[in-house]
């Protein structure tokens, strides 16, 4: 069974400073992999992912996500937080080929300090 | 414009009482999707289904029911006999994968179901 673990419930991260949340993932075929953000009483917003290629992916508001096959990772990334990324981040995955599943982490919670 | 419509966005339910939660999308997707939203549990699945007339049990389908008559709706019933329904209930929808889509969801802005 596909599985997605965010190991951090909260992120605090002060204006300014990169950002990183975390994410691992488990499929037995080839992973498709998303990050989504989730702003109070709303629903998911799909910000960027990744299908094949490079390992590097850029998406929405200036984020990025890295894979790395080895680890089973896709860390988000972000250079330079803002005060509006303040929000509520799940990682996804859905295997290659097969029924249309879709499993979500958990969620971390991203606070930008000013 | 096009998009994916819940309705209602707030429902209020006594003990006991089925309720139907409505999802409607105009993107002309196959695949839609139910989610439940817990605090500090993520979204779990409830019910998806990847075309008309057919429909899969997610990791938590017990105390629900759904339906796909037709290709842009996608309704959800929460029965009496669902032990915790209140949570938010989010709709999605995605195109088939291909190598062309990959299944990125589409969220409506959910339902909030608050048993009294």
């Known amino acids: 069974a596909q599985s997605v673990a965010q190991p951090e419930d909260q992120v605090n991260v002060a204006e300014g400073n990169p950002l990183t949340v975390k994410c691992t993932y488990s499929?037995?075929?080839?992973?498709?992999l998303f990050w989504y953000v989730q702003y109070p009483n709303r629903g998911l917003q799909f910000l960027l992912k990744?299908?094949?290629?490079?390992?590097l992916v850029k998406g929405s508001y200036g984020f990025e996500a890295e894979f790395n096959k080895s680890q089973t990772s896709f860390h988000l990334k972000k250079p330079s937080a803002l005060v509006s990324d303040s929000a509520l981040y799940f990682c996804?995955?859905?295997?290659?080929?097969?029924?249309?599943?879709?499993?979500f982490g958990t969620g971390t919670k991203l606070q930008v300090i000013p | 414009d096009g998009g994916i419509t819940q309705s209602p966005k707030y429902l209020f339910r006594k003990e006991g009482q089925n309720v139907t939660l409505s999802c409607e999308q105009n993107?002309?997707?196959?695949?839609m999707y139910w989610y439940r939203q817990d605090p500090g549990q993520g979204l779990r699945l409830i019910y998806y289904?990847?075309?008309?007339?057919?429909?899969q049990k997610g990791d938590i389908a017990e105390g629900y029911s759904v339906s796909r008559e037709k290709k842009e709706s996608f309704p959800l019933t929460v029965t009496s006999a669902q032990k915790n329904p209140t949570a938010f209930y989010l709709c999605?929808?995605?195109?088939?994968?291909?190598?062309?889509?990959?299944?990125?969801?589409?969220f409506g802005e959910g339902s909030r179901l608050t048993v009294l």
């Open positions: 999605a929808s995605s195109p088939v994968a291909d190598l062309a889509n990959t299944g990125e969801l589409f």
């Open positions: 499929v037995s075929g080839n992973p498709y």
């Open positions: 990744y299908i094949t290629g490079d390992n």
């Open positions: 996804a995955v859905r295997e290659d080929g097969g029924y249309q599943k879709v499993t």
């Open positions: 993107l002309n997707h196959d695949a």
């Open positions: 289904s990847q075309i008309v007339n057919d429909f």
